[in-house]
């Protein structure tokens, strides 16, 4: 079975804190996709990041950095020095070896205060 | 490029009543997603299409929802007849390959059941 869980509901932090978002997954498959989508208040979902399951290396985009561990089935997201413009909900997704499910997690609402 | 456009953005109905929505995908992509988001959770994975062939709606309750992708191009949501639960936001997405792309969403469509 695939299962993506992100155990943190909500976050608070004060502006230019960073802050980590978990995520965990659980999939029989060798070969899978992990992602990173944004949902600002506006509703849009926002693609942020894929990573595939023989790729381990850790990634970085400006304030955003990526953590994958197939060790621990975790893909954990990182914001450095958080903006306001972060406050949203983070969902962490995962697509299986065929391409024809996908599933995202809960998602972790995340609130930068100024 | 245009992204990925949803009409209506919202639609109240009554319990028992039909309602459909409309999706016009990035041109060019082959993949089309059907998503439900209830406030609060993640979106789920109602239908993938692969141009007009559906590839999994697994999660699709076929008893009261439909959907099609005639031409290969747009797609229809319809609900019939609605209940109380059905009240969410239904999302669509599309992507060059299968869901081991990144997808870009629309804006969706809140419906509201009463």
């Known amino acids: 079975a695939q299962k993506v869980t992100q155990a943190q509901t909500e976050i608070s932090v004060v502006e230019k804190e960073d802050v980590t978002l978990d995520c965990v997954y659980e999939t029989r498959d060798t070969t899978y996709y992990l992602f990173w989508y944004k949902q600002p208040p506006s509703g849009e979902l926002v693609f942020l990041i894929r990573r595939n399951s023989f790729d381990e290396q850790n990634e970085i985009s400006g304030r955003y950095s990526w953590n994958f561990q197939k060790s621990t089935s975790s893909f954990n997201f990182t914001i450095t020095a958080s903006q306001v413009v972060d406050s949203a909900v983070y969902f962490c997704?995962?697509?299986?070896?065929?391409?024809?499910?996908?599933?995202f997690g809960t998602g972790t609402s995340l609130t930068v205060i100024p | 490029e245009a992204g990925v456009a949803q009409s209506p953005r919202y639609k109240i109905i009554e319990k028992r009543q039909s309602v459909a929505f409309w999706c016009n995908p990035i041109?060019?992509?082959?993949?089309l997603y059907w998503y439900q988001q209830i406030l609060g959770q993640g979106p789920k994975l109602l239908i993938q299409?692969?141009?007009?062939?559906?590839?999994?709606d697994s999660q699709l309750p076929k008893d009261r929802f439909s959907a099609e992708r005639l031409k290969g191009v747009d797609s229809t949501l319809k609900i019939q007849p609605a209940k109380l639960e059905d009240s969410a936001v239904y999302l669509c997405?599309?992507?060059?390959?299968?869901?081991?792309?990144?997808?870009?969403f629309g804006p969706g469509t809140r419906l509201t059941v009463t």
């Open positions: 997405a599309s992507s060059s390959g299968t869901a081991a792309y990144e997808q870009y």
């Open positions: 041109s060019g992509h082959a993949t």
């Open positions: 299409f692969q141009n007009n062939g559906v590839v999994d």
């Open positions: 997704a995962l697509s299986g070896n065929t391409g024809n499910q996908f599933y």
